[in-house]
């Protein structure tokens, strides 16, 4: 399944990350077009490799079928979201092509633990390193014990006026799982080896990784949206 999703990362303002759920529920439920929504904070799941830093204080995954409608989205309610999210907290956002991929497990849930991955820098050659990606390492992924669902997303042009900054990752990698114990047991499976291994065979890329935790809560779900959802 290929839609599109919208990363909104919280920047703490004074007052910190103090979402309000019910409120931010309403703003989101208005904007015609949304299919699904997600909310993130931090969580306490470790790695078995990789530290890299204190999360995002929050994050948000807004999910649309058409780019036009994300578009639209963000040039109406969205305005309004950094207030209902904590005293001056500001965000910055992306849009992605969002790609699912078949999990033997599949499963959705209100809320639950993601692995969240984001790549910066620039691949020295795009297609080879997605194609890459996309064909080999991702299917190493869906044999995590317990996986929920897999998403990799990758950038795309968008339209907006927004005026918060823009974050400009060449990929993103989402995978969910009921709850912190279940991902931190999958990061400590030997599917970790596995991925270990074939990281090695990366196509080069100048930049770097980062690797975080989050709790994720479902903010909102339209009738009949995508199967692939939380």
């Not at 058409?66 to 910055?92: I, Q």
């Not at 910066?120 to 064909?135: E, K």
């Amino acid at each position: 399944m290929t839609g599109f999703c919208h990363f909104l990362t919280a920047m703490a303002g004074e007052g910190g990350w103090a979402m309000d759920v019910k409120r931010v529920a309403r703003l989101l439920g208005a904007i015609e077009g949304l299919i699904y929504a997600v909310a993130m904070e931090p969580a306490g799941a470790r790695d078995l490799y990789y530290d890299d830093g204190p999360a995002p204080v929050g994050m948000l995954q807004l999910y649309y079928d058409r780019l036009e409608d994300l578009e639209a989205g963000a040039n109406g309610a969205l305005v309004r979201l950094p207030e209902a999210l904590g005293h001056g907290v500001s965000l910055r956002h992306q849009a992605m092509v969002c790609r699912s991929f078949v999990v033997p497990e599949a499963g959705r849930t209100a809320t639950g633990c993601a692995y969240m991955v984001h790549y910066w820098g620039q691949p020295r050659d795009t297609n080879t390193w997605h194609r890459h990606y996309l064909a080999d390492h991702a299917p190493v992924m869906t044999r995590f014990p317990g996986l929920r669902s897999l998403e990799i997303y990758t950038p795309v042009e968008w339209i907006d006026d927004l005026d918060w900054p823009r974050e400009a990752h060449f990929q993103r990698n989402r995978i969910l799982f009921d709850d912190e114990a279940a991902l931190e047991h999958a990061l400590h499976s030997p599917v970790r080896e596995e991925m270990k291994a074939d990281r090695a065979q990366f196509p080069s890329f100048d930049g770097g990784s980062g690797h975080f935790a989050m709790k994720t809560m479902t903010l909102y779900s339209r009738q009949g949206a995508f199967d692939h959802a939380v």
